[in-house]
C-alpha cells in the first residue's frame, strides 16, 4: 500500500454492506499533526474524489458505478486529538459535497 505518500495510487476500493464504494487510504505509518502530513492526506483524498467524479473508477470497478462514495482512511495506530479534529473537519466538508467520510484504526493480525 502506497498511504498518503503517494496520491497519484488508490489504496483499496470495496464496496460496503450498503452498496457504496470506498476508497481507502490504508496508512501503515503513525499519522502525526503535522503540516505536511496534513497537506498529504489533502492531495491523497483529493486524487480519490478525482478518481471517482472523472468516471475513472466506474470504468475499472463497474459494480461501483453509480454508487455513493465513501473515503476511509485505515490505520493500526492511534492518533492525536489534533489529527481527529482535522479529520472531522474533512468529514464536514466532504459530507456538503454527499461524501461520507471516517477514520478506523485496524487490528494487526499477528
Known amino acids: 500500500m502506497s498511504g498518503i ?6 489504496d483499496l476500493v470495496v464496496k460496503s454492506k450498503e452498496g457504496n464504494a470506498i476508497l481507502a487510504i ?3 505509518g503513525k499519522i502525526t499533526d503535522s503540516e505536511e502530513v496534513k497537506d498529504l492526506f489533502l ?3 483529493n486524487s ?3 478518481f471517482y467524479q472523472t468516471g475513472q473508477m466506474a470504468e475499472m470497478y463497474p459494480e461501483l458505478a453509480g454508487k455513493p ?3 476511509e482512511v ?5 492518533t492525536d486529538s489534533a489529527t481527529i479534529i482535522f479529520f472531522e473537519k ?8 454527499g461524501i461520507g ?3 478506523k484504526i485496524l487490528s494487526r493480525v499477528t
Not at 474533512?90 to 459535497?97: R, T
Open 101 to 103: 467520510f471516517k477514520f
Open 48 to 50: 480519490y474524489i478525482e
Open 43 to 45: 492531495k491523497k483524498i
Open 90 to 97: 474533512i468529514e464536514k466538508i466532504l459530507a456538503e459535497k
Open 69 to 71: 462514495l465513501d473515503i
Open 26 to 28: 490504508v496508512e501503515e
Open 5 to 10: 505518500k503517494d496520491a497519484s495510487v488508490v
Open 74 to 78: 485505515n490505520s493500526f495506530f492511534e
